[in-house]
């Protein structure tokens, strides 16, 4: 009977004489067409087979052999499903190939992604920001990309944005030894004593400024300075050529948070910060030179009214000390702006500002040339922030070199009155 049922699959069974008009319309025997094959139930139950003339069609001179379609309709010309045979019930395999493919695919495209590389070298930038750790675990680095919205007029990156940087990689090497608790850069002793960092004195040396799209790498460590401070110096190079662009040493004391007065380092605190101290010499050499305090009488230029806004404020509720490098160009001759870039600085902070300050910026230039027009050689500027009601906060000496582009022509004119 198993033989019986596979055989009917495949060959056609002719009917008996006396089979009904009625048994034909249900078995859905009548007018057949294989795709070529035309075939012809006669009244005597005998099957006619006519071959089809058309031609198969040709592409490219060569011939197409297109798979038969089963189409089966009854005396009527109404269509009826072909019979179940052991063929057609079997899966569609080009459907199943094609999951397939989709799936080896999307796994293909997923481990490309993984095992990604930059085209280029200046492509690879630290993607999280994060930094590590070199060097015996005593020097921090971390690139930066530079933004478009970190670079000035000159289309190079502002002071501001190297002294950020500068701040951010402190802070970040801190974090990473495990040690930020609170506030900036406190250790974990230090906020038990409310104890904070502050800056008593920069110096920041810039032999090029980076451009946009450039990638640096800043190197920061620590070492001692006497017996209750820390200095903290950087290096920012060019990641892709090595090239020195800014060193940078800083001088740091610790205040007491709530009292605002500064502090000696407790034995607690130095037994935490000691094992990252590096026995270095500062990378910019110290300008032993006093710093003139400006007053009305010397100050050739002033800016009042300067007050903080909310964005200024630090984690420990004073101003940034990044802030004071703007305000003291605010007082800072045009001309000079225009013809010169700001080649070092030295700032000496003397005492914190709040939100509800109110500021003056003074600027005197050290050298005016033949006293009419600004040198074009460097140029010296000496700088004050004070309170208005008198009180210092910041001195201040910046030193400017000629712009490449502005080293011919006329000398800037240096407009007599204050700004």
Excluded at 285 to 311: F, H, I, M, Q
Excluded at 368 to 383: A, I, M
Aim: hydrophobic share 35%; glycine share 6%; net charge neutral.
């Amino acid at each position: 009977m198993v033989a019986t049922a596979a055989t009917s699959a495949f060959f056609p069974v002719t009917s008996s004489p006396d089979s009904s008009d009625s048994k034909k319309k249900k078995l859905g025997i009548g007018s057949i067409n294989l795709g070529g094959i035309k075939s012809k139930s006669s009244s005597s139950g005998t099957l006619q087979v006519k071959a089809n003339a058309q031609a198969p069609p040709k592409i490219n001179g060569t011939k197409v052999v297109t798979p038969p379609v089963d189409v089966f309709k009854n005396e009527d010309g109404v269509s009826s499903p072909p019979p179940r045979t052991f063929i057609n019930q079997l899966p569609d395999w080009s459907m199943l190939l094609a999951a397939i493919t989709t799936v080896f695919l999307a796994a293909e495209k997923q481990w490309m992604m993984l095992d990604w590389k930059p085209k280029r070298p200046d492509m690879l930038i630290d993607p999280f920001g994060i930094g590590r750790i070199v060097q015996d675990g005593l020097v921090f680095r971390q690139n930066f990309s530079i933004r478009s919205y970190e670079i000035g007029a000159d289309r190079t990156a502002s002071i501001e944005t190297v002294m950020n940087h500068l701040q951010e990689t402190a802070l970040n090497h801190v974090r990473s030894a495990g040690m930020l608790v609170d506030g900036f850069g406190s250790t974990p002793e230090m906020c038990k004593k409310n104890l904070i960092w502050v800056v008593t004195r920069m110096q920041v040396v810039v032999d090029r400024y980076p451009t946009w799209g450039d990638v640096v790498q800043v190197d920061t460590w620590v070492s001692a300075s006497g017996k209750n401070c820390m200095r903290r110096d950087w290096i920012i190079r060019d990641s892709k050529t090595g090239e020195i662009l800014t060193r940078a040493s800083s001088i740091w004391v610790m205040m007491n948070k709530l009292t605002r007065r500064l502090s000696k380092i407790p034995e607690e605190v130095r037994g935490e910060i000691e094992p990252y101290f590096m026995n270095s010499d500062p990378v910019v050499a110290d300008d032993s030179r006093k710093l003139v305090k400006l007053d009305d009488s010397s100050a050739e230029y002033v800016r009042k009214g300067l007050t903080p806004r909310w964005n200024d404020l630090d984690v420990n509720q004073h101003v940034n000390n990044v802030k004071y490098i703007g305000w003291i160009l605010e007082s800072t001759p045009l001309p000079i702006l225009e013809s010169h870039e700001l080649s070092s600085v030295t700032l000496e902070y003397r005492r914190e500002c709040g939100r509800d300050s109110v500021l003056q910026s003074l600027t005197a230039v050290s050298d005016h040339g033949d006293g009419n027009s600004l040198s074009l050689d460097e140029t010296e500027c000496q700088h004050l922030l004070r309170l208005e009601e008198g009180s210092e906060v910041l001195r201040g000496r910046t030193q400017w070199r000629p712009k490449k582009s502005e080293t011919s022509g006329n000398a800037a004119q240096i407009p007599p009155e204050s700004a």
